[in-house]
Every structure is written in structure tokens, then in C-alpha cells.
């Protein structure tokens, strides 16, 4: 312990609160709260104060602490939620969701939210429902979904192509057309309202209306009308129905199930509204070392209501969860009303509280089988490696290098990095080559090469970077004889440890290597061939796309820079207004003079300019 966090300990305040463990660097490590700040902070620097083996290393690395104090203990659980949010600790228990699943995604802070499928749940101002069983289920739902409300479904922040004319989900009744200003923001937002609400559990309110919708169209002799309705009716209640189990008598309740297994975890919850059972949803914990079913439920629960669309009534959370009761006032807060967090002891409650756990049992270890797996098959790929390139010891860290560029224009390179055969994306790096004209792959790459190696030994210079520090112990060159010659020569200027090189050709899979004429042939379903293709691929597709990037980036810029009457917000004005450079190129005389702010002579004289006709 350091004398700075000694005296910051002696100052402690013996009040409620949330306290921050902060590195060399700044960087935050751990956030907790506290009935009492004092004991609890420092208690992770006493001997045997802390059992839990990952949080036992942090008190080496924690170089300041800060607190902040609260009134109340859920006043800090409030704020506690908000920092693990915003700085995501390394050391904090995080939810990680079943990735493999599909989700219902909605865009609820675009000004027309998208209704969408995905299998991402990560990102800010999207609500997600699921994960669902499969990605079938979710097509039908958003099908029936875009039928009963006519959301969107075109893709992007903003509805439309721009063009001033309905497309045809419009004129099939499956969007109300908020491109072109047919729905106003506040009756579009009201669409979007019925889709969450449906896709929470609450059915009977969209049940109610499309009835009265549907009666209302019949006595007016709007039979058309009111047969689609009747459709539209019959196509909801069987959406709810399909798989539902009903359990009238345990009402609308969250029942969790948890199961622990060394460091891992896993949740699981079934959700019942008006006592049908809607679906099943599964998520993993990291971070779960030594921590008891209390802490796990808490931390949870805390980040799970918190981005949830809507927090029922009651939780049910098995025995042995401890004091709740700053967690049911967490929770209360979050819905606007009373939340019951209890562990049922007999009835349907406890058994639908047994059969979850059950559930989050069968889960862990399928995820712990599926683990195994993969590790082995790294370890088959690791060792044939090995075993194939006469290798020293096993490749733990593999790095490769790519370059692209089209005719000599902006020439990229790029440097991925796999450690223990997965993905270490940290460690990826770009470069932009600048060191010749026009285009020669051989050279593009020896440069890249010679830059990466070049700061090999840089671990106490001022722009220190972890990746170009570490050594490799396998170099893989995306091409042939003649790239694996280039980047050899590169490393040749520089004093380095024994580091294996070797080319991965595309045609073929041939594998050269040095002081060998021959290539090497792996066959096509060895593990050790499937990595080095992956590891190929992933640094072909990084260097595409930096390239993309810089061609993109120098196309606006061209483009632009020749116009004149187009300056810095013009500019802006347009790529806000049609999205892309290529849309801007295409774009009619109209269609120019539909930019918010642009004079009409102003547009006249750029799409002359872009057309060569002359000024209008």
C-alpha cells in the first residue's frame, strides 16, 4: 500500500456511499458501495479481509481511491449503477449476454424508431426484448408485429431515400410514411409505445383497441377495414398465445434462477405476465469468483432493471439471496411503484423459482462444455502449428500483416494479433504508408513491417505502446514468395529475437517459409490450417477497411474542396442531408434545392458544377 492511499484510508467517512479504486494511470478498477464507507474500504487492504481471489490482486494495483457519499445505501446503489455503466470496471461483476442469441431491438432515441432484429445488446438508447429461443421466432413476431403496427422498416437514423416519394411498404398498409411527413414524430411515437408494450407482456390494451377498431369499422360498413382489423386481431392473440403457459394465479412476476461454478455464473429468468410464461431469458456473470448468491443477485439486478424497458411488480430470487430491502427500494424507484423482491417458500412460486435455477444450472455447464471445446481445439491448432513449421514452441502470440490499396490510392496496412489463437483486438493496429508513389505491394508491406519492429523495444519510451512491445513468436505475411521476402528483409535491419516468419497464399492455402522452395500443405480440415486462414482473413478484412476509410475520406474531400459556393457548413449540411458522398454525386437539381438552408441559385450552380452544363 502506497502512503497516498494510507492517508486517503485514514480520512475515510463512516457513512453511506460509493467508493472508486483508480490505477497508476487513472484508470477506475473497481466500483462498490457501502453501508459504511470506512470498514468496508478498508477492508480490501487487511490481511484476510478479502476472500475472493480476483479482487484479493486488486489491492496491489490500486494507486488512489476516491469516494462519494450518499444519504441513503439505495441512493449509492443508484449512483454505483450509473459509474459501473460509464467506466465498466475490469474487476466489477458485468453481464455478459448468450451472444449466440437473436434479439428484438428498438431505436426508442431516434426521432422514428426502427423495429429491428439483431444479435447485439450492447448498444446506448436501443431497448432490447429477448434473448429469444430462435431467430426464426423472431422474424415471425416482427412480421406479425409490422402488420398489427406500421413502424418503419427501413433502415438508418432517418426514414426514407430521400426522394419525396413513399416507397412500397407505404402503399401495402406496412408504414405510414414518416419520410416524407405523412405521421407526425408524436402518432409515430405512439406506434412505437404499442410495440414495446406488446413485446413487455402487455397484451390486453392492443387486444382492446384493434376489437373496438374492428366493431367500430363494422357498424360504419367499412367491412374491408374492419376484416383487416379481424385479421390483425386473431394475428396478435396468436403471437401471445404460441407460447404461452399458463399460471393465472402467480401473476405478473420475474421469477431469477442463479447457479455458480468457480468464476462463472450463470442467470436465468422467466418472465410471466397475467401469469403466462412469455419466454425464457439467459445470461452469464464474469467476475463471479468468491462471490456470494447476494452479491451476484445484486449486481444483476442493478444492471439488468437498470436498461430494462419495464420492472414488474415482484421478483422472485431464490433463498439465500439475504436483505433485500435495498434492492426492492432500487427497483421500486426504477418502475414508480411498490417492487416485492422475496424468496417464495412453497406453492408455484418456489417451483417455478426451482425449475429457473435448474435452468441456470444446465446452462453453466453447457457453456462450460462448449469452453472446453473450443480450448481444445486452439490447443489442436496451437500444436500443429507447432508440429507443421518445425516451430521452436508453440505460437502463442501470432501477429500478420496485409496491405491494401487500389491502383496506388490510399495505401494501408494493417496488423492483427491473436494471443492463445483467439482475437486480442487491443493489440490491432493501422498504418497509413507514406514512404513511396504509386504502387508497389512488396515495398508497402516491407514498410509496415519495419515501422512495427522498428518500436519493438520502445517499453520506456514516452509513447510506450503495449502491441509493438510485445515480440511475437509467429509472423504470418498475407501473399507469397515475394511478400514473405519483403517483409524478411524489413526485419533483417533490426536486432531481434528468433521469431518465426511464414506466408499464407490465398490460391491455394500454400504455406511458404524460409530457406524452403517448396511450399508447405496442410489439409484443408486441420485446425492448425483454419487458424492461420482466420488470422488471414481478419487482417485482410482490417486493412480493407482502413482503406475504405481513407478512400472515402479523400473522395468527400475532392469532391468538396472543387466546389465553389460549398464551404465548411454547406458541406455538413449536405452529407447530413443525403448520408453518403455517392448519394450527393447522384443527387437532381430538385432534389438539391430540397437541402434545409440552401439557396435555390446556390444548388443550381452545384449541380451544374457536378455536370459540366454549364451555369444555370
Do not use: W
Not at 455478459?96 to 424508431?113: G, L, N, Q
Not at 404499442?194 to 369499422?217: N, W, Y
Not at 509496415?448 to 519493438?456: I, K, N
Not at 516468419?501 to 496442410?522: N, T, Y
Request: aromatic share 8%; glycine share 6%; proline share 5%.
Amino acid at each position: 500500500m502506497s502512503d497516498h492511499v494510507e492517508e486517503q484510508l485514514k480520512a475515510l467517512p463512516a457513512k453511506p456511499g460509493v467508493y472508486l479504486f483508480r490505477g497508476d494511470r487513472g484508470e477506475v478498477l473497481y466500483i462498490g458501495k457501502a453501508k459504511s464507507l470506512r470498514p468496508r474500504v478498508r477492508s480490501y487492504f487487511q490481511r484476510g479481509g478479502e476472500t475472493r481471489a480476483q479482487i484479493a490482486q486488486l489491492p496491489d494495483r490500486v494507486a488512489d481511491v476516491e469516494v462519494i457519499v450518499t444519504d441513503t445505501e439505495v441512493e449509492a446503489l443508484h449512483l454505483e449503477q450509473n459509474l459501473v455503466k460509464r467506466h465498466r470496471p475490469p474487476f466489477n461483476v458485468r453481464l455478459r449476454d448468450d451472444k449466440s442469441f437473436p434479439y428484438i431491438a428498438v431505436t426508442v432515441e431516434d426521432d422514428y424508431p426502427r423495429v429491428m432484429f439483431t444479435r447485439e445488446r450492447h448498444r446506448r438508447g436501443v431497448v432490447y426484448f429477448g434473448p429469444y429461443a430462435n431467430a426464426k421466432k423472431v422474424r415471425e413476431t416482427l412480421d406479425v408485429l409490422n402488420r398489427v403496427f406500421p413502424y418503419r422498416p427501413c433502415e438508418g437514423p432517418q426514414p426514407g431515400r430521400h426522394s419525396g416519394i413513399p416507397c412500397l411498404d407505404y402503399h401495402i398498409e406496412r408504414c405510414l410514411a414518416p419520410c416524407v411527413g405523412y405521421v407526425s414524430k408524436e402518432a409515430y411515437r405512439e406506434i412505437i409505445d404499442g410495440v414495446i408494450e406488446f413485446l413487455s407482456g402487455e397484451t390486453r390494451p392492443i387486444l382492446r383497441e384493434l376489437e373496438q377498431k374492428m366493431k367500430d369499422a363494422a357498424e360504419n360498413e367499412r367491412f374491408e377495414e374492419a376484416a383487416r382489423y379481424r385479421n390483425r386481431l386473431f394475428s396478435v392473440r396468436h403471437l401471445a398465445e404460441r407460447q404461452a403457459a399458463d399460471k393465472r394465479a402467480v401473476g405478473t412476476v420475474d421469477v431469477l434462477g442463479i447457479a455458480v461454478d468457480g468464476d462463472r455464473a450463470a442467470v436465468q429468468i422467466f418472465p410471466l405476465r397475467d401469469g403466462r410464461l412469455i419466454d425464457r431469458y439467459g445470461f452469464h456473470l464474469e467476475n463471479a469468483a468468491g462471490q456470494d448468491t447476494s452479491a451476484l443477485l445484486e449486481a444483476f439486478c442493478v444492471e439488468y432493471y437498470g436498461s430494462a424497458p419495464s420492472v414488474p411488480p415482484q421478483i422472485v430470487v431464490p433463498r439465500g439471496a439475504g436483505d433485500t430491502t435495498a434492492l426492492a427500494e432500487f427497483l421500486s424507484v426504477r418502475r414508480g411503484s411498490q417492487v416485492e423482491v422475496r424468496a417464495p417458500v412453497r406453492g408455484e412460486k418456489r417451483r417455478l423459482q426451482e425449475l429457473a435455477t435448474e435452468n441456470a444450472r444446465v446452462a453453466l455447464e453447457s457453456d462450460a462444455l462448449q469452453t472446453e471445446r473450443r480450448r481444445l481445439r486452439r490447443v489442436e491448432a496451437l500444436e500443429e502449428l507447432r508440429e507443421a513449421l518445425n516451430l521452436e514452441s508453440l505460437p502463442l502470440r501470432i501477429e500478420c500483416y496485409d496491405v491494401s490499396n487500389i491502383q496506388g490510392e490510399a495505401v494501408v496496412g494493417s496488423m492483427v494479433v491473436f494471443q492463445d489463437a483467439v482475437p486480442k483486438k487491443a493489440h490491432y493496429r493501422k498504418f497509413g504508408v507514406r514512404g513511396f508513389d504509386g504502387q508497389d505491394d512488396y515495398a508497402a508491406l516491407a514498410e509496415v513491417v519495419s515501422r512495427r519492429f522498428s518500436r519493438l523495444h520502445d517499453a520506456a519510451s514516452e509513447d510506450y505502446d503495449e502491441s509493438f512491445a510485445a515480440t511475437p513468436n509467429l509472423v504470418v505475411i498475407d501473399g507469397g514468395k515475394g511478400q514473405l521476402a519483403a517483409a524478411l528483409q524489413a526485419m533483417q535491419a533490426y536486432d531481434l529475437p528468433r521469431v518465426a516468419v511464414i506466408s499464407l497464399a490465398k490460391r491455394v492455402e500454400e504455406v511458404f517459409v524460409p530457406g524452403r522452395p517448396d511450399p508447405i500443405l496442410l489439409p484443408r480440415d486441420s485446425a492448425g490450417l483454419q487458424l492461420l486462414q482466420r488470422v488471414r482473413d481478419e487482417a485482410h478484412r482490417f486493412a480493407v477497411g482502413f482503406h475504405r476509410q481513407r478512400r472515402d475520406a479523400k473522395a468527400r474531400e475532392s469532391i468538396f474542396d472543387t466546389l465553389s459556393g460549398v464551404g465548411p457548413a454547406r458541406r455538413r449540411a449536405l452529407l447530413n442531408h443525403f448520408g453518403s458522398a455517392e448519394r450527393f454525386l447522384a443527387a437532381t437539381q430538385e432534389e438539391l434545392e430540397g437541402v434545409p438552408g440552401m439557396p435555390a441559385k446556390t444548388a443550381r450552380d452545384i449541380y451544374a458544377q457536378l455536370h459540366k452544363a454549364g451555369r444555370a
